[in-house]
C-alpha cells in the first residue's frame, strides 16, 4: 500500500502550495489514469475504459451482480491527496490483501475510478458517474467548457476517447451488485467519536448555482455613486445573504469561485459571475435557502441598478446509502460508527440511480479537507484498507 501511495504521491502536486491539480482529461489526470492501468496490470486485473472516461479493473471476468469498490483521482484546485486517491489505493491495497489470504472472488469484482468526481474543469461534480447513471443529459455534457473555453467533447477527442460514447450506460450500471467507496473524512465526525473507520450512511441534498450580475463598465475615478451600475456590489452583497439564509436554516452555503470581466483594479465591472455550492440535509430546505439568496441577490440588485440571473448547474438529492449494505458492513467491522456526511460522492450519484452503495470513511485528525493540509494518520489509513479488505472478503463470497 504504501509503495501504490508513494508513486501516485508526487503527480499532479504543485510545488508552490503542495495541492494537487488533477483535473478531468488533464495531463496530471493522465499520469494518474496511467499509474492506476500499471498498477492494476501489475495485480493481474484487466482495464477497460468505459463511454464516460470511468476506468474499471476487473479481477477475473467482468459480469454482473459484481462486487465494486474504488472511488477518483481528480482533485479540486490545490486539493489534498487523500481525496479519491485513498479509496483507489486502499482498493488495490485490498486487493493484495485478499489474494494473499487465498481469497477467490465467487463474484465478479472490479476496482473502479470515476472521471472528474470534483467537477474542477467542467463545473459538474460526479461526471463520469452521472453520465454512467445517465443523470446527465450527454448533449449538455458534451457542451460543457472548461475556463479556457476547450468543451467536453474536445478534451475527451484531445485524449482519444470518443464523445459520442459518453451517457447513459444501462448494461453497466445494471452490472453493479453493490459499491463500496472507501473516502478519507473531511469532517471530525470520527475524531469525536475516536475511532479510526467508520460506515457512511447519508449524504446531504447539495447543488451548484452561477449567479451572473451584469452591471456597466466605467472609470472608477471618475464616476460618481449615485451614476454606477456596479455588480460587484450586488455579489458582494448576495455572498453575505448566502451565508446568513444558510446561518439560519441550519444548513452551508459557500461562494468558493469568482470571474470578474475585465478583472481591472481602475475599473468598475461589467460582469461579476459566480458560483454558490449550497447543501442541506433535504432537498426542500436547499430550495429554500437558495430561493432566498435569489430573492435577495434581485432586491439588491434592483437598487444596484444590476440585472441578476441564476443558473442551476447540477443538483444531486439527499442520498441514504443501501440501510442493509450499511447495516452489514457496520456489523462485519464489529459495529463502528456510522454517520453522515455534507460531501458529495460517486457513491451518492450510484445510490440515486438505484445501485446498492454505502462507504467507508477514514479518520481525519483535523477535518481538513479540499485543501493541501487535508491529512489522515497512516495508520488509519491502514486500518481502512483492512476494514475495505474484509467487507469485500465477505461480499465477493
Ligand atoms: C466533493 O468532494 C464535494 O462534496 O464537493
Ligand atoms: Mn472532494
Ligand atoms: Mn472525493
Redesign the pocket.
Known sequence: MRELWDALLPLGRDPASGGYRRHGWDAAEAECRAWFRSAARDRGLTVEEDGNGNLWAWWGEPGGDAVVTGSHLD??PD?GAY??PLGVVSALAAVDLLRARGVRPRRPFAVAVFAE??GSRFGIACLGSRLLAGRLDADHARALADRDGVTLERALSDAGADPAAIGLDHERLRRIGCFVELHVE?GRGLVDLDAPVGVGSASWAHGRWRFDFAGEANHAGTTRLADRRDPMLTFANTVLSARKKARQAGTVATVGRVEVTPDGTNAIPSLVRAWLDARAPDAPTLAEVVAATERAAHERGGRDGVDVTVTQESGTPETSFDAALVHRLAELLGGVPVLPTG??HDAGVLATAGVPAAMLFVRNPTGV??SPAEHADWSDCEAGAEALARVLEDLVA
Open positions: 482533485s479540486v486539493g481525496d479519491g468526481e470534483e473531511q460531501a458529495g479537507s479540499h
